[in-house]
C-alpha cells in the first residue's frame, strides 16, 4: 500500500522533526541508550547515525499506525529497511553537495538552514525510493543483503560511537593529511 501525498509529507516532517529531536537528545540525557542513537557530537558521522535512527524510528511509527491496512509486509518491511541502510549514503550525497558546489558556507546560520534544508531533502529521496520500492518483489538473497547491511551499519554505528576507526573518509590513509 503506498503512501498518500498527505501520509509522504507526515513522514518527511516526522523525520525532520525526529532528527532535530535525536540530534540534541544526548545533550539533555545523557544515558546510554540515547548515546547508541543520537548525536553526541558535532561529527558528520554522527549525523549519519542520528538520520539513520531516525528513519528506522519514523518506519517503526508508520508500521504501527499502518498495520493492519498492509496486503504485503514483506515488501513494507524490507523496503523500509532498504531505504534505512541507504540513509547515510543519502545523507553524505546530500551534505556534501554543499561542500562540493558552494564551499564553506559564510555564516552559521546559512550553514544551518541548509542543514535542515539537507534533512528535508533526505527524507524525500528515502520515501521517494521507498514508495517505488513497495511495489517490488523481494527475493530471498536481496532481503538477506539488506538485513545484513542493516546488522552492519548497526554495529559500526554502536562500535563507532564508542571507538573511532583508525582513518577518516577524507583523509590520506598514507599521510593522515586532509586535501
Known amino acids: 500500500m503506498a503512501h498518500t501525498k498527505r501520509?509522504?509529507?507526515?513522514?518527511?516532517?516526522?523525520?525532520?522533526?525526529?532528527?532535530?529531536v535525536l540530534h540534541y537528545a544526548y545533550d539533555f540525557l545523557p544515558i546510554l541508550?540515547?548515546?547508541l542513537i543520537s548525536g553526541i557530537d558535532e561529527s558528520f558521522f554522527q549525523h549519519q547515525k542520528i538520520a539513520f535512527y531516525t528513519y528506522l524510528l519514523v518506519c517503526g511509527v508508520e508500521y504501527l499506525l499502518r498495520r493492519k491496512q498492509l496486503t504485503n509486509f514483506s515488501s513494507f518491511f524490507h523496503s523500509r529497511l532498504f531505504a534505512t541502510v541507504l540513509i547515510p549514503w543519502l545523507v553524505f550525497v546530500v551534505w556534501y553537495m554543499a561542500a562540493a558546489y558552494v564551499g564553506q558556507w559564510p555564516t552559521v546560520f546559512l550553514e544551518i538552514l541548509y542543514s535542515n534544508i539537507a534533512?528535508?531533502?533526505?527524507g524525500i529521496c528515502a520515501l521517494i525510493m521507498e514508495r517505488n520500492m513497495e511495489s517490488l518483489k523481494y527475493h530471498r538473497a536481496f532481503q538477506?543483503?539488506?538485513?545484513?547491511?542493516?546488522?552492519?551499519?548497526?554495529?559500526?554505528f554502536t562500535i563507532f560511537t564508542f571507538r573511532l576507526p583508525w582513518i577518516?573518509?577524507?583523509?590520506?590513509?598514507?599521510?593522515?593529511?586532509v586535501h
Open 168 to 177: 577518516d573518509v577524507f583523509a590520506d590513509p598514507l599521510t593522515g593529511a
Open 144 to 156: 538477506v543483503l539488506i538485513v545484513a547491511m542493516f546488522v552492519v551499519l548497526v554495529s559500526q
Open 119 to 122: 534533512v528535508i531533502l533526505v
Open 7 to 20: 501520509q509522504f509529507v507526515l513522514k518527511v516532517v516526522a523525520f525532520w522533526i525526529g532528527f532535530l
Open 33 to 35: 541508550p540515547l548515546k
